[in-house]
């Protein structure tokens, strides 16, 4: 019945569990580790700062997330595409 | 003049973190400048119902201890510019704040913010006591259960021992057709056990759910029946005079039936 009030009122139907999960897994993660998503930004920023220091990298192609296992806890999983120096004359 | 608002209960989970968020968006959209503090140190859940735990970097406590300043620790909603929160520790001592600091903290927040809102955490120990510190007016949750009553009840009499206003009541979670068949507390059966004002009849409704698996109070929202209920509380607080609807007759048959076929004049009123 909510479902046809919600039909007639041409509001969008079902769906928020998936977000719900979804926002949640990130959140345990994080609260695992206890190092809020905010913070991961700017350690993220950091840590690039300090390879940049000595290669050049691809910002764009920065990847850089938790990864939870099941049984060896979080790892902090990252991959960062180092730019070939052209080739010297 | 600023105003510093605690929403408490005593028993957990009857709708303190889903009343507190929804009352701070509903006034941050009529203008007014809001603050919301989630004082559950240890059980941060406020930045989950408003939608912005991807943005802490520092909390409550950290503010408290000097480690930063309190415009660093404030999160500013990006959808309502005029809400921030500042959110809860999640791994520290909930020993490591006292009265004299939260109201110290509410002191400071109260000159750049029209209305600062605490999420009290359940229980009636330091988190309690705390919350209640800087507050100049208490809303007190409940549901229409005997458990919960019992709690609010012993709330009511400890926040007039603080030399508090008298509170105001949110009945939450109310079920009109429990209340119509007579398997429910009335609102009038429960406000003359408590004998405080009521501000604010809030329903049993999925709508809360589906808005806090989004992050999105209900508030927000202008076509759901609830996040009207809560904007009505948000101008009861501003001082305008509207009665609180009483809306047993919202369950009777015919209004159900006439809602479902979509016939207009048959909206849900309530609270
Ligand atoms: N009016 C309501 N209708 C449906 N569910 C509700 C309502 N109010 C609260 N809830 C749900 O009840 C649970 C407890 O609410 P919460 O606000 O976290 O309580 P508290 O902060 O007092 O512990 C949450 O899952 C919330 O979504
Ligand atoms: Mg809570």
Redesign the interface.
Known sequence: ??D??RR??G?PAGK??N??KQ?LK??LVH?EI?L????ME?MKAEILQVVARYVTIDEDAVTFRLHKDDNRGVALVSNLPVRRVAARA | MSQCIVVTSGKGGVGKTTTSANLAVALARMGQKVVCVDADIGLRNLDVVLGLENRIVYDLVNVIEGECRLKQALIKDKRLPNLSLLPAAQTRDKNAVTPDDMKRLVEDMKRDFDWVIIDCPAGIEQGFKNSIAGADRAIVVTTPEVSAIRDADRIVGLIEAHELPEPELILNRYRPGMVHRGDMMSKDDILEILAIPLIGLIPDHEDIITSTNRGMPVAFDDESAVGAAYRRIARRLMGEQIAVPDFTDNASFWNVFKRWMGIKGAQEVIG
């Open positions: 019945m909510n046809l009030i007639l009122l509001r928020s569990g977000d719900a926002r990130v959140l609260d206890d809020p998503p905010a913070k700017m």
